[in-house]
Structure formats: structure tokens, C-alpha cells
Nanobody
Framework: QVQVVESGGGLVQDGGSLRLSCVVS????????MGWFRQALGKERELVAA???????YYTDSAKGRFTISRDNAKNTLYLQMNSLKPVDTAVYYC????????????????????WGQGTQVTVSS
């Protein structure tokens, strides 16, 4: 049974930083492309960043230059370092896993991910 557990969310002021972590157990971590999604109140879930099994990364335009996604296969852990946070970043952030055979690829769509964490709340005050 695959378990996905996020942590690191919280309340931060405009311009502050947070580091989210996602610990995976019960599966072969290195076989999954991984992504961070977020869902703000009343809005659709959107992809923030993704990383392939080989370490290639993708960022949505709003995250570029501010967020960094990384993975540590030895620790079965995914990270999202978030700097220069803005109130518009306020959302529940979700870690997601999608099995892939290609080391250079990632998934853009939520429907392509197989496992999800419970989410962690990030709130950025004005």
C-alpha cells in the first residue's frame, strides 16, 4: 500500500518562504514522476511544479524563479521550496505520484497521477 504524506505548510507573511516535504512509503519511489498541485478555495486544482524520475523539472509560469522542486530518491522524499510567497499562492498543496517508464518525462494533468497525499495548507497573509 502506497502512502503519501505532505508536511511543511503554514501561515507566512507576504514575501516569506516555506519548504514543503512529501514522504512516500510502500512503493518504488524512483519509478514515479512526481508533482506538486495546489487548489485555492473555489478554484480548480492546478499543477505548480513537476519532476521526472530522471530529475527533469517543470514549473508553471507563476512559480518560475520563486519555487524549486527536488527529489531525494534515497530518502523517498519530494520537496517544494517556496520563496517570495504572495497572497495568491494561498491554497492547499498536494503531492502526487505517477508511474512512468520514461526518465525524462513528467505529467501535466492530475488524471495521470496514481497516488495523492492529503494536502497541506499554505496561507500567505497580506
Amino acid at each position: 500500500q502506497v502512502q503519501v504524506v505532505e508536511s511543511g505548510g503554514g501561515l507566512v507573511q507576504d514575501g516569506g518562504s516555506l519548504r514543503l516535504s512529501c514522504v512516500v512509503s510502500g512503493g518504488t519511489f524512483s519509478d514515479y514522476a512526481m508533482g506538486w498541485f495546489r487548489q485555492a478555495l473555489g478554484k480548480e486544482r492546478e499543477l505548480v511544479a513537476a519532476i521526472s524520475t530522471g530529475g527533469s523539472t517543470y514549473y508553471t509560469d507563476s512559480a518560475k524563479g520563486r519555487f524549486t522542486i527536488s527529489r531525494d530518491n534515497a530518502k523517498n522524499t519530494l520537496y517544494l521550496q517556496m520563496n517570495s510567497l504572495k497572497p495568491v499562492d494561498t491554497a492547499v498543496y498536494y503531492c502526487a505520484l505517477g508511474r512512468t517508464l520514461y526518465r525524462s518525462s513528467w505529467y501535466y494533468n492530475a488524471q495521470d497521477y496514481n497516488y495523492w497525499g492529503q494536502g497541506t495548507q499554505v496561507t500567505v497573509s497580506s
